[in-house]
């Protein structure tokens, strides 16, 4: 266990829905990252989070939104879902700069658009 | 720009050592790092470099920084079954600060 908790694992939708996935960071860590996993993408930046305010945007759609709650959770928001959303999503902390540098990152959560 | 860029595959035997290697292109990248990724996991920290430090050594991994090429290689000595996953190199400006970029990953293969 990384201490980064995501729900749901595994999500099955149809297109044009909306979906919410959910990262709990470790304990500590204010920074929360999102990344996309695709096969033909690879590992893809989507936004940063750090102590509640966005921080970095990267490859991210407009149909997708992000926040961080003061808990310090986060939450991707993806809406109008295309069946080339599918992939995989993960969810990412670190207390920055922490020593050891890097991140934590989740287990992910797998979105399967149909 | 920011880029990494790795080899997609090897393969190695047994008890072999196994070097994976990264190239990547911007030149104030701070730290540099390698991941773990095994089948239906999320990526685990490996090791990682300072842009400072031209070798790194933790237990079978090592670590080389050849900052003027901008290439960073990790060596696994004595490859085991269990070390077959996908790698994955990343760079960052900042440390854990900023946005990692990460390369497209190389599946290691190892067999008998």
């Known amino acids: 266990d990384s201490g980064v908790t995501q729900t749901p694992k595994h999500l099955i939708t149809a297109t044009g829905q909306r979906v919410t996935l959910r990262c709990s960071p470790r304990?500590?860590?204010?920074?929360v990252y999102w990344y996309q996993q695709s096969l033909d993408q690879g590992l893809q930046f989507l936004i940063q989070y750090y102590n509640g305010e966005e921080r970095a945007k990267g490859n991210i759609l407009e149909r997708f939104s992000a926040q961080q709650f003061p808990d310090l959770h986060s939450e991707l928001n993806l809406s109008s879902l295309e069946l080339g959303d599918s992939a995989l999503y993960f969810c990412?902390?670190?207390?920055?700069?922490?020593?050891?540098?890097?991140?934590?990152f989740g287990s992910g959560t797998r979105l399967t658009v149909v | 720009g920011e880029d990494v860029e790795q080899s997609l595959f090897l393969s190695v035997r047994e008890g072999d050592s196994s070097v994976i290697n990264c190239t990547y292109t911007d030149s104030s990248s701070t730290y540099l790092y390698w991941y773990k990724q095994e089948p239906g996991a999320g990526l685990q920290l490996l090791t990682y470099i300072f842009s400072n430090m031209d070798m790194k050594q933790d237990q079978r991994l090592t670590v080389l920084l050849n900052k003027k090429d901008k290439h960073l290689s990790l060596r696994i000595a004595d490859t085991q079954t269990g070390d077959s996953a996908i790698y994955f190199c990343a760079e960052s400006t900042a440390g854990g600060y900023n946005k990692l970029i990460f390369g497209a990953g190389t599946r290691l293969a190892v067999h008998p």
């Open positions: 990412a902390s670190s207390v920055p700069p922490d020593e050891k540098g890097g991140y934590t």
């Open positions: 304990s500590g860590d204010l920074s």
